[in-house]
């Protein structure tokens, strides 16, 4: 049965204790992410008894809501429901029941998280039409010369050359400060006057020459100068000028800043992020064996958000990620224990979620899979990983890599082709196979309890 998404909209917030509870919203691919200002209201047995959710995490200062793909439509109906300023503010700023506030490191991974997430769909849009191109030249159907290729190719490539004004206006936005003036800086670094040139001054001084298409850390950095910035300009300018002077000041200010301080810095970064990739790789099998195991549990606690960065920090520098090529196998893995438990359960309940969350997870999204009915049942959890780890071995014994970003399924294999052969896309075709037979088989004679 569909989802009712008005009916659903208004139980989840009875169940966390009503819209006045709620301090900020916002949502990602599969999760509506709240915080709130009292979780003692929380109801939570309720909450999980609620048609179409799938899970609740309690994790880093956010209260997160499995839903799964329909997650969007379902935010849409809440929106008129709850506070309007919600979407705007920072996500991560609140206290724990403790009443201490929350780590200065759990702060940053929230905001670079929360910077880069509202542009995954775009990113993934991004990948699945690069694949398409690759498909077509590939087979012949276009030609790389042909006009239908170059402008859909330019729009593929559009996602990454101007990610850093998409990662502006997330920041902007989360930290309350102007997102238009922020993408008009980042538009401007952007810009082909700027980015990659060599030789250029500002105010007699030497500019860096630094390349900011592509380039996500120094909006990462702007941002937070920027808003700083922006409380003492809001502070200390009259009312009377404030519209005027503002967005001049802000301009003015953190252009050269960023042309000679920030840009530079976030250069050092990047490339040391890229190094650190490259050294978390490098040790080939064992790396994706430990990486593929301990993706299923990052995203049990919300946490996979956070490698999000790394891997687009990769594509965007090397232009291609060992380091996604984790997910392949966990989800993958996910899907086929997931439709062990839905093949061998006794239970009708049992038999319809494994098979239904499981072709899912082959097809799309995990969470399904995961929340209701891996780690209810414990035991397929445990082979899930041990099939994603086997995989993994596969996948960095062959530096098997994805070219763009997606939900890793069979649907979207068609990421993993680039190069220079077809090789890279049989491989990873060849470790989809094999992490959904070993989830299967590992389940299988694993066996559970269902009760």
Not at 373 to 401: Q, W
């Amino acid at each position: 049965m569909a989802m009712n998404f008005k009916e659903t909209a208004a139980q989840i917030l009875t169940c966390v204790g009503g819209p006045e509870n709620i301090k900020t919203h916002t949502h990602c691919m599969t999760r509506l992410r709240l915080v709130l200002a009292d979780k003692s209201k929380v109801d939570e047995a309720a909450l999980r008894a609620v048609p179409g959710v799938n899970g609740v995490v309690d994790q880093a200062g956010q209260y997160q809501i499995v839903i799964g793909p329909s997650v969007e439509q379902l935010y849409n109906e809440m929106l008129p429901m709850m506070p309007a300023s919600g979407a705007k503010a920072p996500i991560n700023e609140n206290l724990d029941e403790k009443g201490k506030k929350e780590s200065v490191m759990s702060r940053v991974f929230a905001f670079i998280s929360g910077c880069i997430t509202p542009s995954l769909p775009v990113l993934i849009g991004s990948g699945l039409i690069s694949a398409v191109l690759a498909l077509c030249t590939n087979f012949k159907i276009l030609s790389n010369e042909s006009t239908t290729y170059i402008l859909l190719n330019a729009l593929a490539n559009a996602a990454y050359s101007y990610l850093p004004v998409l990662v502006a206006f997330a920041g902007a936005r989360r930290l309350r400060t102007n997102e238009y003036l922020a993408v008009f800086i980042m538009l401007a670094l952007c810009s082909s006057a700027v980015s990659g040139v060599e030789g250029l001054k500002i105010f007699g001084l030497p500019v860096t020459t630094v390349k900011y298409t592509s380039n996500i850390v120094p909006a990462l950095l702007m941002v937070p100068v920027m808003a700083q910035l922006d409380k003492v300009v809001l502070k200390y300018i009259p009312d009377s000028v404030k519209s005027v002077f503002r967005p001049f000041i802000l301009a003015m200010v953190m252009f050269p800043v960023t042309l000679l301080v920030l840009g530079p810095i976030g250069t050092i970064i990047g490339t040391a992020l890229a190094n650190f990739c490259v050294w978390l790789t490098s040790f080939g099998p064992l790396s994706m064996a430990v990486l593929s195991a301990l993706h299923p549990l990052l995203v049990m606690v919300g946490m996979h958000t956070i490698i999000t960065p790394l891997i687009v920090n990769e594509i965007t520098t090397v232009g291609s990620s060992l380091l996604f090529s984790k997910a392949l196998a966990a989800n993958l893995a996910i899907g086929g224990a997931a439709l062990a438990v839905g093949f061998k359960a006794k239970k009708a309940e049992n038999r319809q979620a494994g098979i239904s969350t499981g072709i899912t997870a082959l097809l799309s999204v995990t969470e399904p899979a995961l929340y209701g009915c891996l780690i209810r049942l414990k035991k397929p959890l445990i082979s899930s990983i041990i099939a994603a780890a086997i995989t993994g071995i596969f996948i960095g014994f062959f530096d098997i890599r994805a070219y763009a970003t997606a939900s890793c399924s069979f649907l979207t294999l068609p990421i993993f082709m680039g190069g220079d052969s077809m090789t890279n896309f049989y491989l990873a075709c060849a470790a989809a196979v094999i992490a959904t037979i070993l989830g299967f088989v590992i389940t299988w004679f694993m066996g559970f309890d269902e009760d």
